[in-house]
């Protein structure tokens, strides 16, 4: 099946050291994390034949614990999706159900571990594009908080939100994974010092006795029928096994979606204006008038999605529209924040449902930006707050396909995410 699930866009292996925590495992890399002298392609016709002189750290690191990486994963073009169909290189298909998407944007990453192409796999998560794709593919993903792995490597989307993270059969395996990525990095600012590596492996214990979980009704009022069905019985599994649960109210999430893709879309418009056809992406071929190459550059390596994204970006950021779009979104994000913090003082941990709907049929969405948009409701703002959050399985809906249950944790606290998750995947 794997063949036709078109999880990999370069089938490429880069072995790793004789021993290590990952000797004998395969992993799948997202094909925007940097591989030295394997093709990087993002997913777009700009950098189709685009081969990095180096490797991301977090390769470096997979290198070193020994594992080996058999190819670059499909994804949505430069991490604008949530479907994996804006790709350049066609569509991943969900192996649950061939017919339907795999997830984005990380979706080649999470196909191939449903599928068992791979045992683990790296995806990145920028609104939500390890934990998507993993709920609708039955499959484990995490994102990190903020400046926990670093992003060297990594080819740009929106920098104040994305981490790289694992894609996992298993919440163990993800855990194991992380331990190998995570950590600080000279070469990445925004990481860590007094992080260091956390014992993630350990937390896969499935105690959760006087663990205090908060339901965010923002996050759970509206979803589709089956999915808030098996969302239910998940809490049902965490209370049952000693949990606590009580409501919680976010009022901040209702503008933050529309504050997510205010910020997200500006700064893609900034990191991609490198792809002029000169420093990089596809030549317009020069004429004699550079602002004609520019727009022939672009034109013929951005696909639709990409180019929405950047004009929409750099109207938000133009003069006199700057402190109505963008300075406006930022303050959403601050009060997200603020409302987040409040609510650890009182629980543990938030829990939702992932995706509040079940995979899309190909070519669904893309028929409907905004629907692509509005499914990224639940998994944003937690990149807005800059905060950990896991998708694990909670079972399937009527029809058969996956529902994926999100935990969300305080900054830097994985441990506590890992531990709620492991309980309800024992179940």
């Not at 072995?15 to 777009?44: E, F, H, Y």
């Not at 599994?237 to 109210?249: H, I, N, R």
Request: aromatic share 6%.
């Amino acid at each position: 099946m794997g063949s036709d699930l078109n999880a990999f866009i370069t089938r490429e292996m880069i072995t790793g050291a004789d021993d290590g925590p990952l000797v004998g495992r395969t992993v799948a890399v997202k094909d925007n994390i940097s591989t030295a002298g394997v093709t990087t392609t993002c997913g777009s016709a700009m950098l189709a034949e685009y081969v990095p002189p180096y490797d991301a750290t977090v390769v470096k690191r997979l290198r070193e614990a020994g594992a080996t990486i058999v190819g670059k994963a499909n994804m949505d073009e430069f991490g604008m999706g949530t479907t994996t169909e804006t790709s350049n290189f066609g569509p991943t298909r969900n192996p649950i159900d061939t017919d339907r998407v795999a997830g984005g944007s990380s979706g080649g990453s999470a196909a191939a571990v449903a599928s068992g192409e791979v045992d683990l796999a790296l995806g990145t998560d920028t609104g939500g594009s390890i934990r998507c794709p993993a709920a609708f593919c039955g499959v484990v993903g995490i994102k990190p908080t903020y400046g926990l792995v670093s992003r060297y490597g990594l080819v740009a989307y929106a920098n104040s939100l994305e981490q790289i993270g694992p894609i996992a059969p298993t919440v163990r395996d993800a855990a194991e994974l992380l331990e190998v990525i995570a950590g600080p990095d000279p070469d990445d600012a925004t990481t860590r010092e007094q992080v260091g590596h956390a014992d993630y492996v350990s937390a896969a214990d499935g105690n959760v006795e006087g663990l205090a979980v908060g339901i965010p009704t923002e996050l759970v009022d509206g979803v589709d029928d089956g999915v808030r069905d098996r969302f239910d019985a998940a809490v049902g599994t965490l209370e049952a096994k000693g949990a606590t649960t009580t409501s919680v109210s976010l009022p901040s999430i209702e503008p933050a979606l529309a504050a997510y893709y205010v910020i997200a879309m500006s700064e893609a418009s900034s990191n991609l204006a490198r792809y002029d056809g000169v420093r990089y992406g596809i030549s317009g071929g020069f004429d004699g008038n550079w602002n004609d190459a520019f727009a022939r550059a672009r034109n013929a390596g951005f696909g639709d999605e990409v180019t929405r994204r950047i004009l929409l970006g750099t109207y938000a950021l133009s003069a006199g529209y700057h402190d109505k779009y963008y300075a406006k979104a930022q303050d959403a994000r601050a009060w997200l924040k603020q409302e987040f913090d409040s609510a650890f003082d009182e629980v543990d941990v938030l829990a939702s449902p992932t995706m509040p709907m079940p995979p899309f049929e190909l070519g669904e969405s893309l028929e409907d930006p905004l629907e692509m948009y509005l499914a990224d409701a639940n998994t944003v703002p937690v990149n807005l707050a800059n905060l950990p959050a896991i998708s694990v399985p909670a079972g399937t809906d009527d029809d058969g396909l996956p529902v994926g249950l999100q935990l969300i944790g305080s900054a830097f606290d994985e441990r506590t995410i890992v531990r709620a998750a492991s309980a309800v995947e024992a179940a």
